[in-house]
Nanobody, 121 residues
C-alpha cells in the first residue's frame, strides 16, 4: 500500500518560513496532479496549492504571493515553500497525489498523514 510521507512542519513565528516536502513511501508508476491541502481547527479542509504534471500551478487566494508549490518528477516529490507566514496559516497540512502504481492501474487519490504547521509568537 502506497502512502505519502510529509515532512517539514513545525512551529514558526509570524513572518517566518517553512518548507514542506512530500514523497510516496512505495513504488509509483506515474503521478498526475499533486497538491497541498490544509485543515485549520473548526474549519473544513481547503486546497492550498496544486501543480499538474506539466508544471502549471494553482493557489488559494489567501496564500498567493507567499507560498510556492513545486515538484521534482524524478523523485516523485512535491514541495511547498511557505514565506511570510501568518497565524491564520496554522493548520494540519496534507499532501495529495493523483497516481497510478502500475502501467494498467487506475489513477487513484493518495493522501499523507498530515503535518502540523503552527504560526505563533
Amino acid at each position: 500500500q502506497v502512502q505519502l510521507v510529509e515532512s517539514g512542519g513545525g512551529l514558526v513565528q509570524p513572518g517566518g518560513s517553512l518548507r514542506l516536502s512530500c514523497a510516496p513511501s512505495g513504488s509509483i508508476f506515474s503521478i498526475n496532479a499533486m497538491g497541498w491541502y490544509r485543515r485549520a481547527p473548526g474549519k473544513d479542509r481547503e486546497l492550498v496549492a496544486a501543480i499538474n504534471s506539466g508544471g502549471s500551478t494553482n493557489y488559494a487566494r489567501s496564500v498567493k504571493g507567499r507560498f510556492t508549490i513545486s515538484r521534482d518528477n524524478a523523485k516523485n516529490t512535491v514541495y511547498l515553500q511557505m514565506n511570510s507566514l501568518k497565524p491564520e496559516d496554522t493548520a494540519v497540512y496534507y499532501c495529495n497525489a493523483e497516481a497510478a502504481v502500475c502501467n494498467r492501474c487506475y489513477v487513484q487519490d493518495y493522501w499523507g498523514q498530515g503535518t502540523q504547521v503552527t504560526v505563533s509568537s
